[in-house]
Structures are given as structure tokens and as C-alpha cells.
């Protein structure tokens, strides 16, 4: 699966969307429910940087 943006920026702001999400998220079950609704879009592997704290910003620039 290949998620397209409209830009890096769009990406950045999209993940720094989900980022306060997870950080919001009070239990196993409510990041589970982020989870959910995010991986089709993004995809584990960037849910799961985020999860374990690196930047969005980290992120896209990786992929630049």
C-alpha cells in the first residue's frame, strides 16, 4: 500500500494529528481504537515510530 499526499506538509500535519491522538490515548484499548482508524491510511511502520516517540517531523524528513 502506497499512501500519497497531497505534500510533505499535508503528511506532517496528518501524523502530527494522529501523534496528539496517541498521546491523548489513556489506555491499551484507546490506542488500539487510534490504531484502527490510522494503519490504512499511514501504516504500522509510521504508527509505530510515532508510538515510541519520534517527531513527525522526523518521519517525513526520512522520507524526503
Given amino acids: 500500500m502506497k499512501t500519497t499526499f ?3 506538509g499535508d503528511e506532517r500535519d496528518y ?3 494522529v ?3 496517541l498521546d491523548n490515548a489513556q489506555s491499551k ?3 488500539i481504537e ?3 482508524r490510522h494503519y490504512l491510511r499511514i ?4 504508527l509505530g515510530r510515532l508510538l515510541l516517540g519520534r ?3 522526523e518521519i517525513v524528513k526520512a522520507r524526503e
Fill in 29 to 31: 484499548s484507546e490506542v
Fill in 43 to 46: 501504516g504500522h511502520r509510521k
Fill in 34 to 36: 487510534v490504531w484502527k
Fill in 6 to 8: 497531497a505534500s510533505t
Fill in 19 to 21: 501523534q496528539a491522538e
Fill in 15 to 17: 501524523l502530527s494529528t
Fill in 55 to 57: 517527531s513527525p517531523e
